[in-house]
């Protein structure tokens, strides 16, 4: 008859487990248990049995680029993609889109489908992650429910044997908006879930996200200088456009935003532009909002690109929408787009992660002007891009 087992060989085995999950040698594991290494490769198999998950990992350098790019095809909705590819070389970019069309299946409304979506792409975004040194994050329910994925998913800190710089790319819009959808929590809790709990993201929760065209020159002004005492956002931004010359020499390192291995964003629905960070700053713009939705064939984390032959008192009002905003810019998406042209090594350059219906607009025009690399949508998004594309 077998011996039955005691409690403190159960409390060993799966502290064993516990440490092994950490990342910890069998040596550090005897030494903190004070037990035998030759004790510990036996808690070991049994742990792995009931308490431990093994994680498989991709070698991706046995595998040759020819046959990862039919790999990579396989895995993309091909026909679509052939139509998109087509709209950036029409307009002569060189960015080619990796596409990956997921199915989410019925879902009772839009927020069931956000987190449905992002708990189905955390492997991908994950897989990206490690590819970069830095990544930006805008903002909103979309992003929320990715990173909250991607928070869950069973692996050690830190994912990296280097840490992975997450930076904010937009200031507060100052309303009653959720705060976890902000740009600054994204970054900070994103950070915590990949370098572990110690790591300190870079923060633009004093920025505001707009300075009201309402404002007198002077107090503009004043806004602006008291922003620029937000060391982080100057690491981040770096000074005013309009800042004098010497200001602008004065800084000692390139703007982070303008270095980026990634950028993680999402494209909300045409019919809400903005959306999120838009906030009741917005609300004191001399530019009414329904006008601003005319103006735009695509907005993305804050950069709004006009549709074609907009009238002179259109574009006016569109620079001062765009002379407003303290966040990201279209020269920081254009940048990392093509630090992602090579969609198998390197970079991954800018991910947008987006699903439901009214977004086809503004990814047609985003894919033009090669601003996406990474297009993860679900199958409702790919079929009203297919519906649009000719």
């Known amino acids: ?71 990579e095809q396989r895995l993309t909705h091909k026909p679509l993609l052939e139509k998109l590819n087509k709209l950036a070389e029409h307009k002569q970019h060189a960015c080619k889109l990796t596409l990956r069309v997921f199915c989410c299946g019925h879902c009772k409304d839009d927020r069931a489908r956000m987190e449905k979506l992002g708990e189905i792409a955390a492997p991908l975004v994950r897989t990206l992650l490690r590819r970069s040194a830095s990544c930006g994050l805008t903002w909103g329910g979309m992003l929320e429910a990715v990173v909250a994925a991607l928070s869950a998913l069973p692996y050690p800190k830190p994912w990296t044997g280097e840490p992975i710089e997450f930076i904010p790319l937009s200031g507060e819009p100052l309303g009653r908006e959720r705060r976890r959808y902000s740009s600054s929590s994204l970054a900070r809790e994103l950070g915590a879930a990949v370098n572990g709990p110690t790591y300190e993201a870079p923060s633009l929760a004093m920025v505001p996200a707009f300075i009201p065209d309402g404002f007198e020159a002077e107090e503009r002004a004043g806004v602006r200088k008291l922003i ?59 530019v009414h909002y329904h006008d601003l ?65 009214k977004r086809a607009t503004a990814i047609r025009e985003l894919v033009s002007q090669g601003l996406i690399n990474y297009l993860i949508i679900d199958e409702v998004l790919a079929a009203e891009l297919e519906a649009t594309l000719p």
Request: glycine share 8%; net charge positive; hydrophobic share 35%.
């Open 228 to 286: 620029e005492l937000v060391k982080d956002y100057l690491d981040i931004f770096g000074h005013y456009q309009g800042a004098n010359p010497s200001s602008r020499r004065a800084r000692r390192a390139i703007p982070k935003a303008e270095e980026l291995d990634m950028i993680l964003t999402s494209v909300g629905s045409s019919d809400r532009p903005l959306g999120f960070g838009r906030g009741v700053l917005f609300e004191k713009m001399s």
């Open 1 to 71: 008859m077998p011996r039955k087992r005691s409690p403190e060989k159960d409390i060993e085995i799966i502290a064993t487990a516990y440490l092994a999950a950490q990342g910890k040698r069998n040596k550090q594991i005897s030494e903190e248990l004070d037990i035998s290494e030759v004790a510990v490769a036996r808690n070991l198999i049994e742990a792995r049995q009931k308490y431990l998950r093994t994680e498989l990992t991709f070698l991706r350098k046995r595998v040759g680029p020819a046959m990862m790019r039919k790999v």
């Open 293 to 357: 939705s005319a103006m735009l064939a695509a907005e993305v984390g804050g950069v709004c690109i006009p549709h074609d032959n907009l009238t002179r008192v259109q574009d006016e009002q569109l620079d001062i929408v765009r002379e407003s905003w303290t966040g990201l810019r279209i020269e920081h998406l254009q940048k990392c787009a093509q630090r992602g042209v090579d969609p198998l090594t390197g970079p991954p350059g800018v991910v947008v992660v987006s699903g439901g219906t």
